[in-house]
């Protein structure tokens, strides 16, 4: 059974840091990006960043480039979202996916998410 189990959310104020994990156990992941999204209250969820298992391959939305670094640890499973320079657009609930690196548009597995809440 496929688990991603995030971790490290919280609340912080607008300039501050914080780091995501996600464990990911259940089977090998070479053949997978793995990827972070974000939702909103009243607002449509979005990939914030992808990263893929095997070749660390990276990919960011607009708006976090330059502030946000996804990276993984192979040994340990887990995939990380360092998230520096925090704006109160940022404050949403953060999750972990999985998907198949030939198939872009469906991601098989999603973790239950963690709130990231960044006062101004």
């Known amino acids: 059974q496929v688990q991603l189990v995030e971790s490290g959310g919280g609340l912080v104020q607008a300039g501050d840091s914080l780091r995501l994990s996600c464990a990911a156990s259940g089977r090998t992941f070479r053949s997978y990006v793995l990827g972070w999204f974000r939702q909103a209250p009243g607002k449509e969820r979005e990939i914030v960043a992808e990263?893929?298992?095997?070749?660390?391959?990276?990919y960011y939305v607009d708006s976090v480039k330059g502030r946000f670094t996804i990276s993984r640890d192979n040994a340990k499973d887990t995939v990380y979202l360092q998230m520096n320079r925090l704006k109160p657009e940022d404050t949403a609930i953060y999750y972990c996916?999985?998907?198949?690196?030939?198939?872009?548009?469906?991601?098989?597995?999603w973790g239950q998410g963690t709130q990231v809440t960044v006062s101004s």
């Open positions: 990263i893929n298992w095997a070749g660390g391959t990276t």
């Open positions: 996916a999985a998907r198949l690196i030939l198939i872009r548009a469906r991601w098989d597995y």
